[in-house]
């Protein structure tokens, strides 16, 4: 299939772009506010669907990877600071690469550099158990990064520019549900298969070629930026136009990456023993799974924002439960972190769709790429502070670390509300 079928919408840029208009320019910057919404593109439900079915199969891959290079680097080196390293490396990819998403995007085929992403993910997964190097390891996880981030701004984009208005956050909802089925599932097959030996390995290999499949749908593709607009100045200004939501994806990064990477060793560590604690990877995806929905919905009824603060707070109180849980080795610790980790994911999905009613299509790639970026930072931060406070307060150094980020998104909303507008 060629790439002009894939993206022959793009020759309907004067349609989509009726009902649009310029609200500002910032030294000769080119960023626009939505004002009404163009009629959905026909066939934006395969496109949909594409997108969904990518990434629920990637999200697959991406949760059985993150405990399993976690548990094995545990076995391997026995130190939180180096698992810790091993997430910051991920979490560096990211801020490397999706700054420059809607340049990269605005100058090469979406779709197949989409595919040879995965294919490259693919290949990261078997050179894992290959070469048992802790170093090796880092460049592995800092490479295949690149990729996963390039899939997830591109995803998210292409998301946000197909759903209707109405039902934006909706379908943006049933679009981080899918991611986190995959999630889910990916916990599920740590349980069943393990974490040593050849086989979570290649069963990660494989679930991203898999991925590749729903590439090949047809329908209309990503709306592309244009290369003027696609530089690093465009997306800074694209950024500081909307701080609260760069600062909900911050948090969300923070709080994902360090739960995901830590709350299986610390309760590993505090007692729960290698299956309960591996369990809680899935606990955690499917808390995502039946909240984002509700959540979704609200958010298309009420305040975002106000949601996203309820959001956050839920992330700064849950570790307090979640230890006071762990000093017991208490069943309570799995609803908390159900809870938790479903709540939470609320920052970032919200902030989404948020990011579609403020901008328009010529803009919405560059502001989710700025998102992800902000996330990609929040990554950094979190595995940054938690490993070292695990392996200084060993174990329960991890539930201050998630406590202090938690921190993140309270105080800046507190700051603005003090502040006042603007």
Known sequence: MSDSLWHKHISTDAVLRKGWRHRQRNRGAHVTTQTTDPAPLPG?????????????????????????LAFNLEFMTHSGTVIG?????????TIVIAP???????????????????????????????????PFWMFLR??????????????????VQMAPAPIRGRVLGLYSMA?????GLGGLLVALLGVRGWT???????????????????????????????GLAQLWRLAAGAPRLMTAALAFGAIETAAAYFTPIWAYRAGYGEVRAQALVAVGAFGVILLQLP????????????????????????PALMLAAGLQLSWWLYPV?????????????????????????????????ALVTMYGLGSLLGPLLTGPLMDAINPHGAMLGLALIGLIYPLAALLRAVKGPG
């Open 179 to 183: 991611l986190a089925v995959g999630f």
């Open 200 to 230: 979570p390995f290649l069963t990660g290999a494989g679930l991203s070629l898999v991925a590749v499949l729903p590439l090949l749908l047809p329908g209309p593709g990503l709306h592309l930026p244009h290369r003027a607009h696609s």
């Open 44 to 68: 934006w439900q395969i496109s949909a669907f594409a997108a969904i079915a990518c990434v629920s199969i990637a999200g697959i891959s991406f949760g059985l990877g993150l405990p399993l």
């Open 85 to 93: 390293l091993n997430a910051l490396m991920g979490a560096l990819s």
């Open 295 to 318: 959540l979704s919905w609200l958010g298309d009824h009420i305040n975002r924002y106000r949601l996203m603060l309820v959001c956050g707070l839920t992330g700064l109180l849950a």
């Open 337 to 369: 972190f159900f809870v938790y980790v479903g709540v939470t994911e609320g920052l970032y999905i919200l902030g989404l769709a948020q990011i579609g009613a403020r901008y328009a299509k010529a803009d919405i790639t560059g502001a989710s790429a």
């Open 100 to 134: 420059f998403a809607p340049a990269i995007l605005a100058r090469v085929p979406t779709r197949p550099f989409l595919i040879a992403c995965l294919l490259y993910a693919s290949l990261s997964y078997i050179a894992y158990p290959l070469v048992r190097n802790v």
């Open 142 to 159: 800092f490479t295949s990064g690149l990729c996963i981030s390039m899939l997830f701004v591109t995803s998210e984009a292409w998301m």
